[in-house]
């Protein structure tokens, strides 16, 4: 009779630390997999932007910051440094066809995105470093290409930075950013 009560408790023991184990095993891969940080909204949300044009399909990606009441360019954003053109990590673009953009080709591939905003003009650069913490690890020395254009002012604040890639044409779009009172355009064809 001792046998077999020691048995019961055993294994009614045995039951309960079993259930008591999978409840703490769900709760902690709840919070790993759902942590309280990542409930609330991102200041600079990851997003991106794509068409497919004359066969391409050109994709950008980045980090959106809103303006949030501050002075972007020439404040937040230095003039004549360059930035990643987004928040966090640098923005990239992919193409799967070669594409003629001021009357130089970027070759097919994957490209990280800068910017050297200016007082009256500013600089667009493709880096053959795609993937790098904004910034950080810039070296013009694997700029792919670069050139120049001046920004337009908006009429309103665009209060979130955003890009569109669009077709305007059989073989030709454009690449879109705006963000607080700048806008930039940068057409480009198909090869």
């Known amino acids: 009779m001792k046998q077999r009560t020691f048995l019961l408790l055993a294994l009614f023991g045995a039951m309960t630390f079993s259930a008591t184990a999978q409840v703490e095993h769900k709760r902690g891969h709840d919070s790993h ?3 309280a940080k990542a409930s609330k909204k991102s200041l600079s949300p990851h997003t991106m ?10 994709h950008i990606d980045y ?46 591939g994957k490209y990280g995105f800068f910017l050297i905003p200016g007082k009256e003009e500013w600089t667009v650069i493709f880096n053959s470093r795609w993937e790098q913490h904004g910034k950080d690890d810039y070296n013009e020395a694997e700029d792919v ?39 930039i355009t940068i057409p480009f064809q198909v090869k």
């Open 63 to 108: 980090s959106a910051p809103s303006v949030r009441d501050r002075i972007i360019f020439g404040g937040l954003v230095a003039f004549d440094r360059v930035w990643q053109a987004g928040a966090h990590n640098a923005t990239w673009l992919k193409t799967d066809k070669d594409l003629l953009i001021a009357g130089k080709v970027l070759p097919a």
């Open 145 to 183: 290409l670069r050139f120049k254009l001046t920004p337009k002012d908006l009429k309103e604040i665009q209060e979130q930075l955003t890009y569109e890639v669009n077709k305007t044409g059989e073989q030709s779009g454009e690449i879109v950013f705006s963000w607080e009172k700048k806008k």
């Open 49 to 58: 932007a794509m068409a497919m044009v004359g066969g391409a399909h050109v």
């Open 33 to 35: 997999t759902m942590p």
